[in-house]
């Protein structure tokens, strides 16, 4: 069955320090990997993508993150956390299975403080 | 390019009533999805059209329907509302094969 996992329902990191967080997927084909980042009451903003090719990935507002296949993992990181990045972050997969359909986690809430 | 559009924003119904919500997809996107998501259940997908064909379903139950036009615009409708319908519904559009972009969601409010 396919399913994304966030272990870590929320952190805390201070201003200026870096920051990881884990994501952990099942599924069944070459996954489509995706961070999202949503703010209160806001709809989904997409971090960045993995598709194929170089394993880790480059995204907007200073975001990667690496895929590692034998581990099913797409951890997110930044090197340096600013107050404006507490929100909630979505990692999903998806797929082409007849209709693309995304499988989000729980999501993981960060804090940012100063 | 303009992203993705919902109307209304938000909405307060009472229970047994229906409603609509509309979806407008980013220009050239032919794929239309929908999702629920609540504090307790979280991002939970409801259903995906494509060229006005619905291609992919969610586990809810048949009071929850949509369409999509030959414009890829979309419409979900809830019919005979319940309080757990309280929800902000997602919208999200894509080519078809790849990156699903969300709109900013209506808030529904069943009392």
């Known amino acids: 069955a396919q399913s994304v996992t966030q272990p870590d329902i929320h952190i805390t990191v201070s201003e200026g320090a870096s920051l990881e967080l884990r994501c952990n997927y099942s599924y069944g084909a070459t996954p489509y990997l995706f961070w999202y980042v949503q703010s209160p009451g806001q709809g989904l903003q997409l971090l960045l993508k993995y598709f194929s090719g170089d394993t880790l990935v480059q995204g907007i507002k200073g975001f990667e993150a690496e895929f590692k296949r034998s581990q099913s993992s797409f951890n997110l990181r930044k090197p340096s956390v600013h107050w404006s990045d507490a929100a909630e972050y979505f990692c999903a997969v998806g797929g082409d299975t007849g209709g693309f359909k995304t499988i989000f986690g729980a999501g993981t809430r960060l804090f940012v403080k100063a | 390019k303009a992203g993705v559009t919902q109307t209304p924003r938000y909405l307060i119904k009472t229970r047994g009533q229906q409603v609509t919500l509309s979806c407008s997809p980013i220009?050239?996107?032919?794929?239309v999805s929908w999702y629920q998501q609540t504090p307790g259940q979280g991002l939970q997908f409801l259903f995906e059209?494509?060229?006005?064909?619905?291609?992919n379903k969610g586990n809810f139950p048949g009071r929850f329907s949509g369409r999509q036009f030959s414009n890829s615009r979309s419409e979900m409708n809830v019919s005979t509302l319940e309080l757990g319908d309280s929800a902000l519904y997602l919208c999200?559009?894509?080519?078809?094969?790849?990156?699903?972009?969300f709109g900013p969601g209506t808030r529904l409010t069943v009392l």
């Open positions: 220009s050239g996107h032919r794929s």
């Open positions: 059209y494509f060229s006005e064909t619905q291609r």
């Open positions: 999200a559009s894509s080519r078809g094969f790849d990156t699903q972009y």
